[in-house]
Nanobody, 126 residues
Framework: VQLQASGGGLVQPGGSLRLSCSAS????????MGWLRQAPGKAREFVAA????????YYTDSVKGRFTISRDDANNRVYLQMNYLRPEDTAVYYC????????????????????WGQGTLVTVSS
């Protein structure tokens, strides 16, 4: 399994970015796909998750209304659209996946995720 995250960069506060995660070795529509992030000096934290065929979505409170996770089944990709970015969103963002056997509460815990991409850096600064 390989997950490849891309799309990070430098953006001003209030700006937008779209992160992309391409997957090989798994079908994104058959797994719970998540985005997590790690800011400098901080622990890795959950950002958003998308649940298999139901397409239910889950977000940490700080990004609700600003970030949207979505999936492109035809291209086996997952996206994270990030709007109204803030300096505190600065972090390395990781695409990750886990199986469907976990309770929803587990999606919010980074250690739930089995497969991880290499991360892409998002810097929000003026």
């Amino acid at each position: 399994v390989q997950l490849q995250a891309s799309g990070g960069g430098l953006v001003q506060p209030g700006g937008s970015l779209r992160l992309s995660c391409s997957a090989s070795g798994l079908t994104v529509s058959s797994y719970v796909m998540g985005w997590l992030r790690q800011a400098p000096g901080k622990a890795r934290e959950f950002v958003a998750a998308l649940r298999t065929s139901s397409a239910s979505t889950y977000y940490t409170d700080s990004v609700k209304g600003r970030f949207t996770i979505s999936r492109d089944d035809a291209n086996n990709r997952v996206y994270l659209q990030m709007n109204y970015l803030r300096p505190e969103d600065t972090a390395v963002y990781y695409c990750a996946s886990t199986g469907t056997g976990n309770p929803i509460s587990a999606y919010y815990r980074p250690y739930t995720y089995n497969y991880w991409g290499q991360g892409t850096l998002v810097t929000v600064s003026s």
